[in-house]
């Protein structure tokens, strides 16, 4: 995720967060939300599962 975008989410300036979630596990990589992110309130609106197992999921701004 690139670096603009990570520093929209404190700020409370994102209305509505896509994300593809893979199966795969490696151990290591970039996190989404850092240890300086103030937890936020979510609703997930739509999720769907694709024929290789990843996961699609929408969620807005509670």
């Given at each position: ?41 979510l609703r ?14 929408t969620?807005?701004?509670?």
């Amino acid at each position: 995720m690139g670096r603009s975008r990570r520093s929209l989410l404190p700020l409370g300036l994102v209305d509505e967060l896509f994300q593809m979630i893979h199966p795969l596990v490696l151990g290591s990589g970039r996190r989404l939300f850092g240890p300086d992110h103030d937890p936020r309130r979510l609703r997930l609106v739509d999720a769907a599962t694709t024929w290789t197992g990843a996961l699609m999921v929408t969620y807005l701004s509670a």
